[in-house]
């Protein structure tokens, strides 16, 4: 498996990862692990319309994730990993899916959350999975698009 980026975005598959993250990767699939958009219909509907041309798409529940990975399932292609927050990369990770590197993208403000940084906003289990990620060895940083420093995410947790 070569996981090539793995990014947590609320928007999921959108313009900037559509046009500009997945092309500067080199993905040849993106992975969306999300419990939720797997059994919509109509997300699904609409990652397949947003999916770049020429590029790979599957989506999947984590737990379908950790086990296809475990498998081996996409070892010789270049995946581009998305979730739509916080908590589901970390229990990929904690499943045993390695990656080097965790951008943090998009997480727009909810009941219980916090502004960390322009683009983001955190609240506490979201802050505790970061740094247990942190812990497993991942860099975690917080990038909106590419011309944006990729600063470690540690630098806007107060």
Same mark, same amino acid.
């Given at each position: 498996?070569?996981?090539?980026?793995?990014?947590i975005?609320?928007?999921? +598959?959108?313009?900037? *990862?559509?046009?500009?993250?997945?092309?500067l990767?080199?993905?040849?699939? +993106? *992975?969306?692990?999300?419990?939720k958009a797997?059994?919509?219909d109509?997300?699904?509907g609409?990652?397949?319309?947003?999916? &770049?041309?020429?590029? $790979?798409?599957?989506i999947?529940?984590?737990?379908?994730?950790?086990?296809?990975?475990?498998?081996?399932?996409?070892?010789?292609?270049k +995946?581009?990993?998305?979730?739509?927050?916080?908590?589901?990369?970390?229990?990929?990770?904690?499943?045993?899916?390695?990656?080097?590197?965790?951008?943090?993208?998009?997480?727009? &403000?909810?009941?219980?959350?916090k502004?960390?940084?322009?683009?983001?906003?955190?609240?506490?289990?979201?802050?505790?999975?970061? $740094?247990?990620?942190?812990?497993?060895? *991942?860099?975690?940083?917080?990038?909106?698009? &590419?011309?944006?420093?990729?600063?470690?995410?540690t630098?806007?947790? $107060?």
């Amino acid at each position: 498996m070569a996981i090539i980026h793995a990014r947590i975005d609320e928007r999921l +598959i959108h313009g900037q *990862v559509a046009t500009v993250w997945t092309r500067l990767s080199g993905a040849e699939r +993106i *992975v969306v692990v999300n419990d939720k958009a797997v059994k919509d219909d109509m997300q699904i509907g609409v990652l397949k319309m947003a999916r &770049p041309q020429g590029i $790979k798409l599957t989506i999947m529940s984590v737990r379908r994730a950790i086990y296809t990975f475990s498998q081996g399932r996409y070892a010789d292609e270049k +995946i581009f990993l998305l979730t739509q927050n916080i908590q589901d990369m970390a229990a990929l990770i904690a499943g045993g899916i390695k990656t080097e590197q965790v951008n943090v993208g998009n997480i727009a &403000p909810h009941e219980g959350t916090k502004q960390i940084k322009a683009s983001v906003y955190l609240n506490e289990q979201d802050i505790a999975d970061v $740094k247990l990620m942190i812990e497993q060895g *991942v860099k975690v940083t917080a990038q909106m698009v &590419p011309t944006e420093s990729d600063a470690l995410i540690t630098t806007f947790i $107060k």
